[in-house]
């Protein structure tokens, strides 16, 4: 008899939806419930091939694997039910310098986070693979720990664990709407009755959109067809099992796109094509269970080929079977965990495309969120508000379809992927591709990553080590220190905050103390409940009742809907999302006060328009919000304008700077230059992991200043002690290769800490990174060790910002 009130309701009984039910019960939360229409597994989880890959360029997505790795090898002991898990390791095959370099990076990534992985050359991949034809291949990766399991058992095993704990598992039972009760509760209809719940997990895969649909979501998922081989066996294999010779493990070939295993004595060949069609576009139909789609080998051909080439026995053999079955994607490929936006206590664990090896790992993290308020982990790469409205039906399919195709491919750290694009454009978009801009994307929107200079073909190369682009890079920002440069950051997420409590709100909400009257510009930071960073706004005091924030662009969904989240009921602050409506040109550098002065007739001098401060002023004929602060550590103004104004402001100034110099730049020019100022960011710099004064923002967190949001847990973590302190580090020894982030960073061996980003600064002509370490090691003049792909540096702790440490250039 399924119950008509319940705690927590998952939808969907998948290996994603059963491994949630399981860790909410983890948590203590007994009455709990799960729905799924059909069987337990009869969306995609049935005919996955059940591949362990931990490894994932992504620290937030590595650690969800790792986590789930770990909990499949003590499922069996908890459950007593076999999971079919095969520890079998795998390997990674490597034929370019550049997918070594990927692994090296990713190496360090994974020692942070604690996953082993191992080195190989060659001749050690054949000895741990004797079938595989090694020639060509410049070397290999390994995880011992790795392998594969049954993906129907291992979700039945989660499924008694949950039902052991009190939650019940309700079979053909299909929800058909969801609406609020006049309380907040959630009201589910089924097809067997109805239930009330405090808490909505939407868990159900291919159904992802129908399901949002019915709560006013358009959830950024729709599924791509994956097809995989499985071949007769082969007397080879057969052998080696007669004589007890060890199981080979996973094997994956990069650059031939495909992984491949041992399968009751044949082979599993799975390969990632281009031109998988995405699927279930407008969803599944009504009675979709257990379903494949038509076979189409002739996508494969080239893949079966590399194959054959790399595993002979391949070819060698029949084909017994062919699946091909819809997995879930994103536009970027990651699954979306948490929270859904603009609805308390509506949750989403959908998208994902390696759901086998996250489901442990994202039920866990989903569960901590919802019983404790937050992960355990930074979970901004797969938050699933990190895409926004632009993400679209049409959008999905062309992105999503890029995503699979691209799974094997090497994931550089500055590569921007076509598809889709350009999307969301800035009206001086045309007039920066005419000067040379090479865009990337943020949100949707089109930013300038770097300017071709005349004569260089605008076409960027992505690569780990100090790409094509680093001296036109390191030519712009040694501009701006010399001259005058323009920025466009109109992708900034920017919005309103007012009412009678407005300033009572944000007195609370933030951090920083509140500007007593408008002129001032604040940086001011939203801390979670437990004393961790979430967000980071700078803000200007309009008015006695109204706030103009703005924060970083990526961020605009998921800064926004925190702040929808926490104002009060009664009507008292209103919120207005104004990003689309405004612009933002940055002019920066020595010059900058000679260019504004040219057109306005406002009084730029210190005395009338200090540092840090903000006025309304008109730039042509057109009325801008100027705010003296920038990210690049120069004198400058933030120009926020109308953006119908935007061609016309961006022209004023192109005319009026031809006599000084000036030029834009780009978003990686202003990357080197804040990491010389020891500027922090969100996402990386600061996240929930790291306790706000462990992130050195003493100057903008005033626990004297009465309540504000997570004040309470910060006091409390500063008590315990903290574990961390942000460090400025000078590499040395650098030639071709800077700090990513997520380096290691070693005292004498031991790990102590962990790069969160890291460059090459150009105005002071140093290799930089900005850290995370113990804070035994934090002292001015430590000396660590920083491994960059793969290779040891000498690294120094230096005082905070090496670019004019005392701010003289933004106060000149």
């Keep these: 008899m399924m119950k008509t009130h319940a705690r927590a309701v998952v939808i969907g009984g998948g290996v994603v939806g059963v491994g949630t039910l399981y860790h909410l019960v983890k948590k203590g939360w007994s009455d709990v419930m799960l729905l799924e229409r059909k069987e337990l597994t009869s969306g995609s989880t049935w005919h996955a091939a059940g591949l362990l890959p931990l490894f994932n360029m992504s620290y937030s997505v590595g650690q969800i694997h790792k986590y789930s790795v770990d909990l499949y090898h003590r499922l069996v002991e908890e459950t007593g039910q076999d999971t079919g898990l095969r520890p079998v390791g795998n390997i990674r095959l490597a034929t370019t310098r550049d997918r070594m370099d990927e692994y090296r990076q990713y190496a360090g990534v994974a020692r942070t986070i604690g996953v082993d992985v191992r080195f190989l050359e060659p001749d050690e991949v054949k000895e741990v693979w004797p079938l595989c034809n090694t020639r060509g ?36 039972v299909e929800v058909t709407a969801i609406s609020r009760t006049p309380g907040g509760e959630w009201c589910l209809d089924t097809t067997a009755g109805r239930v009330v719940c405090e808490h909505v997990i939407c868990a159900t895969g291919n159904f992802a959109r129908r399901t949002g649909a019915m709560v006013g979501l358009s959830i950024p998922v729709i599924p791509v067809q994956h097809q995989y081989i499985v071949t007769e066996p082969h007397p080879e294999i057969q052998a080696r099992h007669e004589r007890g010779l060890f199981e080979m493990g996973v094997l994956r070939d990069s650059e031939g796109s495909w992984y491949m295993r041992e399968e009751r004595g044949g082979l599993l060949l799975g390969p990632y094509e281009r031109g998988a069609p995405a699927c279930y576009v407008d969803g599944p139909a009504e009675d979709c269970e257990y379903e494949l789609f038509q076979e189409d080998l002739e ?104 995503a699979y195709a691209n799974v094997f491919t090497v994931h550089y750290p500055d590569e921007e992927r076509p598809a889709a694009r350009p999307l969301r454009t800035s009206p001086c978009h045309d007039r920066l591709r005419d000067r040379g801009a090479v865009f990337g994307q943020k949100f949707g929107w089109e930013r300038a990553n770097w300017f071709a200079p005349q004569g260089v073909e605008p076409v960027d190369h992505w690569s780990f080590r100090r790409s094509k682009w680093f001296e036109h890079v390191a030519r712009e920002c040694r501009h701006v220190a010399q001259s ?72 605009a969904r998921i800064d926004h809907d925190w702040i929808r989240r926490h104002l009060p009921k009664d009507g008292s602050v209103h919120f207005e999302d104004i990003t689309a409506k405004l612009g933002v040109l940055v002019i920066a550098g020595p010059r900058s006060r000679d260019l504004l002065a040219k057109v306005t007739d406002a009084d730029l001098s210190n005395p009338a328009f200090p540092w840090l401060s903000g006025r309304r002023i008109d730039v042509g004929l057109a009325s801008c919000l100027a705010l003296r602060v920038n990210y690049v550590g120069e004198l400058g103004w933030e120009l926020h304008h109308p953006i119908e104004c935007q061609n016309h402001l961006f022209d004023v100034l192109m005319d009026a700077g031809r006599d000084l110099d000036l030029a834009p730049f780009g978003i990686r020019a202003m990357d080197s230059m804040r990491l010389e100022k020891s500027y922090r960011m ?131």
């Design 484 to 555: 005058v440069g323009l920025l466009d950051m109109s992708a900034f997420a920017k919005c309103r905050i007012a009412g009678p409590k407005a300033k009572e709100f944000l007195d609370f909400l933030l951090a920083n103390r509140i500007p007593a009257r408008s002129g001032p510009v604040r940086l001011v930071h939203s801390l979670d409940p437990s004393g961790g960073v979430h967000s980071e706004f700078t803000l200007w005091r309009e008015s006695e009742e109204s706030f103009y924030l703005v924060s970083a662009g990526a961020f």
């Design 137 to 172: 291949l410049v070397g290999a990766i390994r995880h011992p720990g790795d392998g594969y399991v049954q993906p129907a058992d291992l979700t039945q095993a989660m499924a008694a664990g949950a039902r052991s704990g009190g939650a019940q598992i309700h079979r053909n």
């Design 299 to 402: 996508r494969l051909a080239p893949h079966i080929e590399s194959a054959i080439h790399r595993v002979p026995a391949f070819g060698e053999v029949g084909v017994k079977n062919i699946y091909n079955g819809a997995i879930c994607y994103t536009p970027d490929g990651s699954p979306i965990i948490g929270p859904a936006w603009g609805l308390d206590n509506f949750w989403l664990n959908e998208g994902h495309s390696f759901g086998i090896t996250a489901a442990g790992g994202a039920g866990f993290q989903l569960a901590e969120w919802i019983v404790e308020g937050r992960p355990t982990i930074d979970m901004m790469g797969v938050d699933p508000r990190r895409f926004g409205d632009y993400a679209t039906r049409a959008y999905l399919i062309k992105k999503n379809e890029e």
């Design 682 to 812: 969100v996402g990386t710099e600061l996240s929930i992991e790291y306790a706000a004064l462990e992130s050195g923002l003493d100057r903008f967190v005033h626990l004297d200043k009465g309540d504000f949001l997570g004040r309470a847990a910060l006091k409390r973590w500063q008590e315990r002690g903290f574990s961390n302190r942000l460090v400025t580090l000078e590499v040395h020894g650098t030639s071709d290769a800077d700090a990513l982030g997520s380096n290691p960073i070693f005292a004498d061996g031991e790990l102590v800490g962990r790069a969160t980003g890291g460059g090459y600064g150009f105005r002071i002509d140093k290799s930089l990174a900005l850290a995370m370490v113990r804070p035994e090691c934090a002292e001015i003049g430590t000396q660590l060790t920083m491994d960059i792909l793969g290779t040891p540096h000498s690294v120094s702790v230096i005082d905070e910002s090496p670019w004019d440490p005392n701010n003289e250039r933004p106060r000149s």
